[in-house]
């Protein structure tokens, strides 16, 4: 019988740069314990425990009989591309038209276009650490050079102006800001946007500001974006999307609001990979802006209770210390006095405690030191996973 020939995979060697998103690599191992037959209590994903509101389900599926599922322009259906306009102009207060807004499926394409359209190698790119993994991951796969901005916990976790004053160079071509942040649940109020305003001045550097979180803000503050800074519009790329605000993660929508010259190029990158985002899905986006609003706030006020009840509890706990995040649905404990590193206390937790959270380094280096915890789940899971988290460390610690 003839032998079959052993083809050597030859990776490109940008594959050796790419990262990954930990949150999906732990999921996967939590649901392998699941089989086995252990109990596990999801605090690992980054995913509204809601429902999607049924006035968005309802259009999705109106949508769906009346024909659309065929192709549409790879920058989004005209309909939809004008209601965002209106959304984002309404809402950072500033004039947006509809050949500034993409549609992409997932608020990553934005960040993955961003990157690929803007930086060569060499070019320097400033990115909040810890913070979202892909923006390292991208800014490597193209060959530019990551400068991570340290978020420390004595600011709560919001950037130093002083800091990115020093890293802005004349190689810097992008910065990217998240406001309110993962993993954090940090926020950069108005005079923290403004000075990164001012300390980018008049240079030519592109501005990222990751505002996907921007109506899961509690305590009644108020969001505020980089767009809305004078002279700031024509330099700013604002991503933002319907996944986490309407509970449609898995409906894979997101857009990105920017200079028309640059929107060209970002629907060139379109028609090149995913040629259209699902029209039916862009339906149904028409209808989560302009219809019934109340199951978003329904949803934030849901994630305040939660995050008051689990900061509370983590606080108790020998070895944690948290402080309370402004937005977002993450809590980000310190566990140094814990004396465990940050990987392995993940392992130990979601192994012998049955609690799956993620390591503050699956969201880079300076997030050693600290666990991120989601607190989209139930309040009666929330509270059995404090108390999973109490009985583990009574026995370790």
């Known amino acids: 019988m003839e032998k079959a020939v052993q083809y050597e995979l030859q990776l490109a060697r940008r594959m050796s740069r790419l990262g990954t998103e930990t949150a999906f690599e732990v999921l996967n191992k939590a649901r392998a314990l699941e089989r086995q037959g252990k109990s596990i209590i999801h605090l690992e ?12 389900i309802e259009a999705a599926v109106d949508a769906l009989h009346k024909g659309w ?9 005209p309909e939809l591309r004008q209601t965002l306009a209106e959304y984002v102009s309404r809402t950072r207060g500033v004039k947006v038209t509809s050949d500034e807004v993409v549609v992409v499926p997932g608020g990553k394409p934005i960040i993955f276009f961003t990157i690929l359209a803007l930086i060569d190698e060499g070019d320097e790119v400033i990115y909040p650490n810890p913070g979202f993994p892909i ?6 796969y193209v060959g530019g050079r990551a400068v991570p901005i340290k978020l420390r916990e004595e600011r709560d976790f919001a950037l130093d102006v002083n800091e990115l004053a020093s890293l802005i160079n004349d190689r810097t071509k992008l910065v990217i800001i998240n406001s309110p942040q993962n993993p954090t649940g940090g926020i950069l109020e108005r005079r923290d946007i403004e000075q990164i305003a001012k300390v980018i001045g008049d240079r030519n550097v592109m ?5 996907i979180y921007s109506r899961l803000i509690f305590d009644g503050a108020q969001h505020f974006s980089i767009m809305t800074v004078p002279g700031m519009q024509e330099r700013t790329i604002l ?14 929508m997101g857009y990105g609001v920017m200079r028309p010259d640059l929107a060209a190029q970002m ?16 339906v149904a986006g028409i209808e989560a802006i302009r219809g019934d609003q109340s199951s978003v706030d329904h949803m934030r006020d849901e994630f305040q209770r939660r995050r008051d009840v689990f900061v509370a509890g983590l606080n108790k706990i020998k070895g944690f210390s948290c402080r309370m995040p402004k937005g977002a649905f993450y809590v980000f404990p310190n566990i140094t006095r814990t004396g ?3 990987k392995a206390l993940e392992e130990a937790l979601l192994e012998q405690a049955g609690v799956a959270a993620l390591s503050g380094t699956a969201f880079g280096a300076f997030g050693e030191g600290y666990l991120r915890f ?3 789940n139930s309040l009666e899971n929330l509270q059995e996973a404090l108390n999973r988290l109490d009985q583990w460390t009574k026995k370790n610690l």
Request: aromatic share 12%; proline share 4%.
């Open 239 to 252: 991503l933002d999307g319907f996944s986490k605000t309407y509970a449609m993660t898995g409906w894979r």
């Open 45 to 56: 994903i980054g995913e509204p425990d809601f429902d999607t509101p049924s006035n968005v």
């Open 207 to 211: 501005i990222l500001s990751d505002e």
């Open 135 to 140: 923006y390292e991951s991208m800014i490597n």
């Open 267 to 282: 629907t060139r990158l379109m028609t090149n990979s995913s040629s259209c985002t699902a029209s039916f899905t862009q």
């Open 340 to 342: 465990w590193k940050s």
């Open 374 to 376: 989601s607190v989209a």
């Open 69 to 77: 599922t065929h192709y549409g322009p790879s920058a989004g259906l």
